[in-house]
T-cell receptor, first 112, second 111 residues
Framework: NAGVTQTPKFRVLKTGQSMTLLCAQDMNHEYMYWYRQDPGMGLRLIHYSVGEGTTAKGEVPDGYNVSRLKKQNFLLGLESAAPSQTSVYFC???????????FGQGTRLTVV | SQELEQSPQSLIVQEGKNLTINCTSSKTLYGLYWYKQKYGEGLIFLMMLQKGGEEKSHEKITAKLDEKKQQSSLHITASQPSHAGIYLCGADGGTASKLTFGTGTRLQVTL
C-alpha cells in the first residue's frame, strides 16, 4: 500500500522552464490537494480537486495549472517557473474532507 | 478568509516535561485538525475536533476545542524525543473542500 506518492522528490529548474509534478494515490480517494510550504507561511493551498475531471483554485493558484484526468492522479504544472515558486510542494488525498487525509512526502523545488 | 495563529512558534522542552501548543482562529471553527510533520517529511494526521468543548487523546497527546469553537490546544504529557517535529493546526471552515493551516509550531525535545 503506497498511499500518496509524489514524483519527483527534488528538482532544480531554471527561470522560465516548465515542469509537471505528479501525485498518485492508490486509496480511491475523491479529494486531492496541492499545497506549497514556505518558511514562516505554513501550508498554502494551490489547487484542489473533489473528483475525477474537476479542479478548483485554492489560495495561491497563480502560475500553476492542474489536471485530474484520472481519479488516482493529480498533476501540478508550472508553465514558466519563477524564483518565487521555490518551495516544498505537498500533495494530499482524502475520502471525504481531511479527517483521514494522507500527505505525500513532498517535492523540494528550487528555481534559479 | 479564515486565519489560524499558532503559539508559540517554536518550543524547546526537556524530555519528560509537559507542553501546550495553541491554535486561535479568526472565525468559528467547524472542523479543527491537528497534524504533525517530521522534518523534511509529509504531514501525519493526529486528531480532528468538531464540537465545542470536545477533547480527544491519543497516547500522550490531548487536543481540546474550546466551547466557543475559536481556539484549540494540543497538550503533550511527558514529552519524548519522538514528539519532536512541527505541529500544524488546520481548519476546514465548514467545507471539506479546503483546509487552511496555521504557520506551525516547531518542537524540539532535549535529553
Amino acid at each position: 500500500n503506497a498511499g500518496v506518492t509524489q514524483t519527483p522528490k527534488f528538482r532544480v529548474l531554471k527561470t522560465g522552464q516548465s515542469m509537471t509534478l505528479l501525485c498518485a494515490q492508490d486509496m480511491n480517494h475523491e479529494y486531492m490537494y496541492w499545497y506549497r510550504q514556505d518558511p514562516g507561511m505554513g501550508l498554502r493551498l494551490i489547487h484542489y480537486s473533489v473528483g475525477e475531471g474537476t479542479t478548483a483554485k485554492g489560495e495561491v493558484p497563480d502560475g500553476y495549472n492542474v489536471s485530474r484526468l484520472k481519479k488516482q492522479n493529480f498533476l501540478l504544472g508550472l508553465e514558466s517557473a519563477a524564483p518565487s515558486q521555490t518551495s516544498v510542494y505537498f500533495c494530499a488525498s482524502g475520502r471525504q474532507g481531511f479527517a483521514e487525509a494522507f500527505f505525500g512526502q513532498g517535492t523540494r523545488l528550487t528555481v534559479v | 478568509s479564515q486565519e489560524l495563529e499558532q503559539s508559540p512558534q517554536s518550543l524547546i522542552v526537556q524530555e519528560g516535561k509537559n507542553l501546550t501548543i495553541n491554535c486561535t482562529s479568526s472565525k468559528t471553527l467547524y472542523g479543527l485538525y491537528w497534524y504533525k510533520q517530521k522534518y523534511g517529511e509529509g504531514l501525519i494526521f493526529l486528531m480532528m475536533l468538531q464540537k465545542g468543548g470536545e477533547e480527544k487523546s491519543h497516547e500522550k497527546i490531548t487536543a481540546k476545542l474550546d466551547e466557543k469553537k475559536q481556539q484549540s490546544s494540543l497538550h503533550i504529557t511527558a514529552s519524548q524525543p519522538s514528539h519532536a517535529g512541527i505541529y500544524l493546526c488546520g481548519a476546514d471552515g465548514g467545507t471539506a473542500s479546503k483546509l487552511t493551516f496555521g504557520t506551525g509550531t516547531r518542537l524540539q525535545v532535549t535529553l
